[in-house]
Nanobody
Framework: QVQLRESGGGLVQAGGSLRLSCAAS????????MAWFRQAPGKEREFVAG???????HYADFVKGRFIISRDSAKNAVYLQMNSLKPEDTASYYC??????????????????WGQGTQVTVSS
């Protein structure tokens, strides 16, 4: 059974940094696509960043140069380092995976497994 658990969210001032973590279990982590999505109140869930063992990393345009996705296969964990945070980055952030995926998809419906989310709030 695939399980994902996020941590690391919190309240930060604009311009600050946070690192989110996602602990994964029940899958062959090193060969699984891992992704981060976010969802703000009243908005649709949107792709933030993803990492595929086959195609590498992929970022949404609005986070390029600010966020970095990485993974530690020894710990079965994926991270999202978020720098230069803006108030519009405020959202619940979700970790997602689909062990069958070869690349990285921007569409939430492509992913079968999700974490419970962690809240990130950026104050101005």
């Amino acid at each position: 059974q695939v399980q994902l658990r996020e941590s690391g969210g919190g309240l930060v001032q604009a311009g600050g940094s946070l690192r989110l973590s996602c602990a994964a279990s029940g899958l062959t982590f090193s060969r699984s696509t891992m992704a981060w999505f976010r969802q703000a109140p009243g908005k649709e869930r949107e792709f933030v960043a993803g990492d595929s063992w086959r195609t590498g990393t992929h970022y949404a345009d609005f986070v390029k140069g600010r966020f970095i996705i990485s993974r530690d296969s020894a710990k079965n964990a994926v991270y999202l380092q978020m720098n230069s945070l803006k108030p519009e980055d405020t959202a619940s952030y979700y970790c997602a995976t689909d062990p069958r995926m070869l690349g990285v998809s921007d569409y939430p419906t492509s992913y079968d497994y999700w974490g419970q989310g962690t809240q990130v709030t950026v104050s101005s």
